[in-house]
Structures are given as structure tokens and as C-alpha cells.
């Protein structure tokens, strides 16, 4: 099923791990944008590294495929705990915008939200990676 271009499409991701400082990653059809810890770890806090990454038109369409064609339940299953990760993936085109929050593990049903999230953090960490061998 093919999806029509979407101009104004940006998907955040906001990845908050306990005693760490928060990472987020913005995606645009123009390019990535991360500002946090990529390692997700840092106790104490490690310092804060942000960057920007150009993508072309393909990884844009990569990244945002698998999720233009789901449904996702509206309500998630349950869960609360202590000292684990919250992610948020906030979806917007336009003035209209959609926001998936977890707590640790991915709800059912919402894997395809969980893969885009491990795929962003993997991405912008290899960029960050093949940046620092120049």
C-alpha cells in the first residue's frame, strides 16, 4: 500500500531514563535532529551532545512507513514501576498531532512505535559514531 508524501510530517521521540539526562530526536523530511545522552546510561548525568543529520528523502520514507499504515490501540495496557524508562513518540502534521507515551517495555500493539524508536536511537548512535572516527 503506498502513502501519499507527507511535507509536514515531524515525529519526536523523547527517551527519559532514570538518572540520566533525557534524550530527544526530531524527524523531518529535512533530517534528524538529537539533543541528550545517545548511550542512555550516565550515572552521574554524562554530558549532553547534540547534533544535526542530514537524510534523504528515502531514510525519511524508512523511518515513517511502517508506522503510516498502522492502527494502534487508543488505550495502552497498564503499567507503572520505579527507576526505568519512559518513551514518547509524539507524531504531528500539521496542527493535528498524535502522542504514544510508555513506561520500560512497549505496549502490545504498539511495537511498530517501539521499533521506530530503537531504529532512531540506532541511526543517530552510528552517525554519532562514523562523525567521531573523521
Known amino acids: 500500500m503506498e502513502t501519499e508524501p507527507v511535507n509536514d510530517l515531524t515525529i519526536e521521540l523523547v527517551v527519559d531514563p532514570s538518572f540520566c539526562i533525557p534524550l530527544t530526536i526530531t ?7 538529537y539533543c541528550g545522552n545517545l548511550e542512555l546510561n550516565g550515572f552521574p548525568i554524562e554530558p549532553e551532545v547534540s547534533e544535526e543529520i542530514s537524510i534523504s528523502p528515502f531514510d525519511f520514507k524508512d523511518f515513517t512507513d511502517e508506522i503510516m499504515i498502522s492502527n494502534f490501540p487508543i488505550i495502552p495496557e497498564f503499567s507503572m514501576g ?3 524508562t519512559t518513551y514518547t513518540i509524539r507524531i504531528k502534521n500539521g496542527f493535528n498531532y498524535a502522542e504514544y507515551s510508555w513506561w520500560d517495555t512497549c505496549p502490545e500493539g504498539w511495537e511498530k512505535l517501539g521499533n521506530l524508536a530503537e531504529k532512531l536511537i540506532n541511526f543517530c548512535k552510528k552517525k554519532s559514531q562514523e562523525e567521531n572516527k573523521k
Not at 524527524?27 to 535532529?33: P, V
Open 82 to 84: 520505579c527507576d526505568g
Open 27 to 33: 524527524l523531518t523530511n529535512q533530517g534528524i535532529t
